[in-house]
């Protein structure tokens, strides 16, 4: 069944903008319940969150608001369902993710639509996204039939000891809006690839992308139970997820602040804990760079999904004798950059999130000017509307403006001058954040030299793109704890146990 999309943009729920264009294929993606225990269910409140479009301003449709009543019955699901999940072999486990993953790759155009209705980004942005995501899961459905444990020399000859790995049980999964669907497949596809059952807290903002993966999960047959989806406002959720002693994990992807409070409530019943948290990640140009391969990866890191990616580049890093040359090509590409909604044409950058995202930027961007940041490009391709923000180069960038040492989380590309490398790597380093760092250099003793001195969990070396699910994702310092993806992944959601056997 197909469904046309409506916005109402103005309150009062009367639709004034019919956006006929948009059109699902499959109606049933689009989800308006959240799913416990294999039931698709409203709050016991009877209340509901808005979800709005951020491109048109309207309402895109409601989410039941939980609280911790429903967040119980939801752990309580997931451990009843634990007890065979975990017992399943690991092929009948990749079997279901297999499916699972199929079934995303069938219905990527509808997915992708969701998503760009709910969180903004251009079209071909949210199917990149769709495919990315779905990565985890085939990844994962491999990796589960290679879960093994060891066997170690014992110290007596009367005995045997074994290391057995083992599921570590419910798992709280709790992400943000950014990427509302590949956040969510790169913890879960783990999770029940290694034999956890899960609770997904999605962002309130962006839940219908969650819905949908939950539809698509119960038609691959995943067992009811095994994934659970609350949705409504966060305090009360996750004050449940923390205080539960049946929840034996959080795995956290959004700001640091939350991820900090996590581990304060994690801590009384002492969880497991994954957490991937903001970045300000440094992309630093040498003088013997190759520059055309230095702005595509600029491009790549600092605008994609608008800048509102935890590894885009926040500060540009540049040598002296290249700044002119990269400031001059970066202005020419950033001022054709068009911006609008995200299901139009030829758009490079969608609207942000909300008005508190736009709110940042513009504070970034005005204390930048105030220090003596001077503006070397913008685009003017930008239609009217209160969720859109400009594309902009600013050149003359220094420390002490709070575009270094805050996540600006928009399409906002400061640039700064330096002079020495150890200047450039005591800029990069000097940040409480160490997630992602970008560097370019064709000197083969510089690329050494840098890429060990770097405090990050990912560097780039002359490429912008560190995201793959066959590497380790995640931070050092304040950026986070644990991995995600690569065969790391995994480990994240498996205890380890000896059994030593004696009297042989
Ligand atoms: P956020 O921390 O505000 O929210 C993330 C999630 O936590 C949402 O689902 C939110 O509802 C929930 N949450 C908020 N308060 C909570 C509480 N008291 N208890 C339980 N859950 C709570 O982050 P955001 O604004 O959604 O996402 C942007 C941030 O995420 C940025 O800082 C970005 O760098 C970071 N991020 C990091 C990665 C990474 O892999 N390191 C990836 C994407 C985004």
Redesign the pocket.
Same mark, same amino acid.
């Given at each position: 069944m197909k469904l046309a999309w409506a916005i109402a943009v103005s309150g009062g729920g009367k639709t004034m903008n019919a956006i006929t264009e948009i059109i699902l294929e499959d109606a049933d993606l689009f989800r308006q319940q959240a799913l416990l225990g294999g039931d698709w269910l409203g709050a016991k409140s009877k209340t509901v969150v808005d979800v709005i479009n951020p491109a048109k301003l309207g309402v895109l449709g409601t989410v039941p608001n939980m609280g911790r009543d429903e967040t119980r019955a939801a752990i309580e699901a997931a451990a009843e369902a634990f007890k065979s999940w975990k017992k399943k072999t690991h092929a009948d486990r990749a079997a279901l993710l297999e499916r699972w993953h199929d079934l995303i790759r069938q219905h990527e155009r509808d997915l992708a639509l969701l998503l760009t209705l709910e969180q903004g980004k251009p079209l071909a942005e949210a199917l990149g996204e769709i495919r990315y995501g779905a990565s985890f899961v085939k990844w994962f459905a491999e990796e589960a039939r290679r879960i093994g444990g060891s066997t170690i020399p014992s110290p007596t000859s009367d005995r045997r000891i074994l290391v057995l790995k083992e599921a570590v049980g419910v798992c709280a999964i709790? *992400? !943000?809006?950014? @990427?509302p669907n590949a956040?969510i497949t790169r913890k879960v596809a783990p999770a029940l690839a290694a034999g956890c059952t899960v609770v997904i807290? !999605? =962002?309130?903002f962006t839940p219908f992308s969650a819905l949908a993966l939950g539809v698509l999960a119960e038609r691959a047959g995943i067992p009811a139970g095994v994934i659970n989806i609350v949705t409504g406002m !966060?305090?009360d959720? /996750?004050k449940e +997820?923390m205080a539960n002693e049946t929840v034996r994990k959080i795995s @956290?992807?959004? =700001? *640091?602040?939350?991820g900090a409070? +996590?581990m304060k409530g994690a801590a009384d019943s002492i969880k497991r804990l994954s957490l991937? +948290? /903001? /970045?300000n990640a440094p992309f630093i140009v040498f003088d013997d760079a190759n520059i055309d391969l230095a702005i595509d990866g600029a491009i790549a890191s600092k605008f994609r999904n608008g800048g509102q *990616?935890?590894v885009c580049s926040n500060r540009i890093l540049l040598q002296t004798g290249i700044y002119d040359a990269f400031a001059a090509k970066l202005a020419s590409r950033v001022a054709q950059m068009k911006v609008g909604a995200g299901t139009e044409e030829g758009v490079a950058i969608g609207p942000m999130i909300n008005g508190a995202a736009i709110e940042k930027i513009e504070r970034h961007v005005a204390d930048a000017l105030e220090k003596g940041a001077k503006i070397i490009a913008q685009s003017d391709l930008v239609p009217n509307g209160r969720q859109y923000a400009r594309p902009i180069v600013l050149g003359d960038a220094t420390t002490e403006m709070l575009l270094a040492s805050e996540?600006t989380?928009g399409p906002v590309a400061p640039l700064f001058r330096f002079e020495a490398e150890e200047e450039a790597i005591a800029i990069a380093n000097g940040t409480p954040f160490g +997630?992602a760092a970008y560097f370019y250099t064709e000197n083969l003793k510089r690329s050494w030299r840098v890429a060990e001195a770097l405090e990050f969990g990912m560097i780039g070396l002359n490429t912008g793109m560190v995201s793959t699910e066959v590497a380790p @994702?995640g931070?050092v310092k304040q =950026? /986070?704890l644990g991995r995600e993806g690569s065969q790391l992944g995994i480990e994240e959601y498996l205890e380890t146990k000896a059994l030593h056997v004696g009297g042989l």
């Open positions: 709790i *992400t !943000p809006w950014n @990427f956040m807290k !999605p =962002s309130e !966060p305090a959720i /996750g +997820l @956290f992807t959004g =700001s *640091t602040r939350v409070l +996590l991937e +948290l /903001g /970045g *990616t935890c996540e989380f +997630l @994702f931070g =950026s /986070g």
